[in-house]
């Protein structure tokens, strides 16, 4: 007996990453994460080595059922490795970890709904071979053949995040033609970030079946049309249970140098997202509000009437580091809470 084990890891292309993978056969029956058997690969050809000294190491961290071969088959994704079993200067899991185990007790919790844009080769799918097709308006959220273009690819994947039991929290059309979303969460955030990343996974091999591209570039048709944005939602129990801790958390990522140290972080191309147009705020200014997707950071208009809940940061770019945009809200707003005596 033997298994399909797909080992999934990230690469150290800059300033984006991207996704690899390769196929492992396993003999026997699937005994849980502990039980794989960690992996190399040829880092030369992936941005993580030089060719006289090549070899990287993977190491499982997550896996899930394969939705796409189905059976016993898996996916398994890895954090990467130098030889010495270090992690790697391009793991950005591994920070994560440490900041999320000093932080545990504040119970930090992430919904990160992720955008992008489905290309039909050089064309976002849906605009016509010649010019643009009528201005963004009626496309979000909406239904008809006229409006919404890839919604068999959407519907497809996110089956497959379910059959992969991830935690998948709902899809939505937005507001250019081709353009949808995906919500992971609320989890935690190492479990938000590994679940986010396989998603992106499944949705690039989903789109292979059906000839189209998906694409996180964060503007990805120049002019007047939305950009592709990771809105960030976060809490932490302080925040569930009372206001003042939301405030705390707001004015933390308002202090000194943490807004430019977030958002230079935040994704590659955010300046030409983030430009005070098309429901975000200036890259170079933070500013927070009730219920306003103009702000840096959102506080949705339930949370001040419910007196507690959560905060949308809506800077990242839809290609943002899961990673990183988790542990720098964590390491941030936990830091400020837990001097202010609201943890």
Not at 28 to 35: E, K, S
Not at 319 to 330: A, C, E, F, I, K
Request: proline share 6%.
């Amino acid at each position: 007996m033997a298994f399909k084990a797909e080992y999934i890891w990230i690469d150290g292309t800059e300033p984006t990453a991207k996704l690899r993978s390769k196929t492992k056969i396993i003999t026997g029956a699937f005994g849980g994460l502990g039980t794989l058997p960690i992996w190399g690969f040829d880092g030369s050809s992936t941005n993580q080595a030089e060719g006289h000294a090549s070899d990287r190491v993977l190491r499982p961290v997550f896996s899930c059922p394969d939705p796409i071969r189905g059976g016993d088959d898996i996916l398994v994704l890895c954090d990467v490795l130098d030889t010495d079993m270090t992690p790697h200067r391009s793991n950005t899991r591994a920070p994560l970890t440490e900041v999320a185990e000093r932080f545990a007790a504040q119970e930090p919790i992430f919904g990160i709904e992720q955008e992008y844009t489905f290309f039909d080769g050089s064309r976002p799918l849906g605009f016509p071979e010649n010019g643009f097709p009528a201005p963004q308006g009626g496309y979000y959220c909406g239904v008809g053949s006229d409006e919404i273009f890839g919604r068999d690819v959407v519907e497809a994947h996110l089956e497959n995040c379910l059959k992969a039991g991830l935690a998948i929290s709902g899809i939505n059309a937005e507001v250019m033609p081709g353009q949808w979303e995906f919500q992971v969460g609320p989890v935690s955030p190492l479990e938000v970030s590994d679940h986010l990343w396989v998603a992106r996974w499944l949705l690039y091999r989903t789109a292979e079946d059906f000839g189209v591209s998906a694409t996180l570039d964060p503007k990805p048709v120049k002019g007047d049309w939305n950009g592709a944005g990771a809105h960030t939602n976060f809490s932490t129990k302080a925040m569930r249970e009372g206001y003042e801790a939301i405030i705390t958390a707001c004015e933390s990522l308002g202090e000194g140098s943490k807004p430019l140290d977030h958002v230079k972080n935040y994704g590659a191309g955010i300046d030409e997202r983030l430009t005070g147009l098309h429901e975000t705020a200036p890259w170079d200014k933070y500013t927070y509000g009730v219920s306003d997707r103009g702000a840096s950071v959102r506080i949705p208009w339930q949370v001040e009437k419910d007196g507690k809940g959560y905060i949308e940061d809506r800077r990242p770019n839809a290609n943002v580091d899961p990673y990183v945009v988790t542990r720098l809200l964590v390491d941030t707003c936990c830091s400020a809470l837990e001097k202010a005596g609201q943890v």
